[in-house]
């Protein structure tokens, strides 16, 4: 009985070791899945759904607001084709956008759909698109907030599009993030606390100011920044615009 025993306990010992290096992770797998949460920028549509792998993961999100929280999905590698990520108006069949990339394990993204549904002829470079941007989580020390500044503003039906800069006004501004591209996202770390900010053209003279917006930011705050719209569109919704969504730290 106590040979019975002691066989059956040693049985029992190896199947749980035996369990427990085969569960086991090191390196990259030991890290945690990538996170993503999703930004409508696009002035011309009110709605948008995205979707991974054709997977919808935002239903009917409105123009200027992002989904609740970052959400956490499985790792998948290049080798096994990564992830499709699309978007598109809800009801119609063809996506708007889709773009093929990996989610990086332990890394934090915004998914954002920038530019027009519907552009006029002749604007096909304004045309929507989506900009997928990793983002620091981590709260920045003291009295400190980090911004990230998405170009998704358009010009005037048959007007080119320009870079924009990103500044506290004036002609010596304290925080500034010059030459931000199309469909670019740009990061600075600036003053918690009340502050004044303005999106101007960065090819002309400076005094070409496309919005303004004067935010107070909290310490250690991270906020992905839209600066949005069309320049004289006649629906006010869609109008020059800064837009500052509080993102979630880590």
């Given at each position: ?52 792998n054709d997977a919808e993961k935002a239903a009917s ?190």
């Open positions: 009985m106590k040979n019975r025993l002691g066989w059956v306990v040693g049985v029992l010992v190896a199947v749980a070791l035996g369990g427990c290096g085969g569960g086991s992770r090191s390196g990259d797998e030991a890290l945690p899945d990538p996170t993503i949460k999703f930004v409508n920028a696009s002035a011309d549509s009110p709605q948008l759904s995205f979707s991974l999100l409105a123009y200027l607001s992002a989904t609740s929280g970052f959400m956490k999905v499985p790792f998948i590698s290049e080798l096994d084709g990564g992830y499709d990520l699309s978007c598109k108006v809800p009801g119609d069949v063809e996506d708007a956008d889709r773009i093929a990339n990996v989610l990086n394990r332990d890394t934090h993204y915004v998914l954002s759909a920038t530019g027009l549904r519907d552009p006029s002829d002749g604007d096909e470079e304004k045309r929507l698109r989506l900009a997928l941007t990793p983002i620091d989580r981590v709260a920045p020390n003291g009295d400190r907030a980090r911004l990230y500044i998405l170009h998704a503003f358009s010009r005037s039906p048959g007007n080119e599009t320009p870079q924009v800069t990103f500044q506290s006004p004036g002609d010596n501004p304290q925080f500034k993030v010059e030459n931000i591209d199309f469909g670019a996202t740009r990061d600075i770390v600036v003053d918690s606390g009340f502050q004044v900010f303005e999106a101007r053209r960065a090819d002309a003279d400076g005094e070409n100011i496309y919005a303004t917006r004067g935010v107070t930011l909290k310490s250690g705050g991270i906020y992905f920044v839209v600066i949005g719209g069309v320049q004289d569109d006649p629906d006010p919704a869609r109008r020059p615009t800064l837009e500052f969504i509080e993102m979630e730290p880590k």
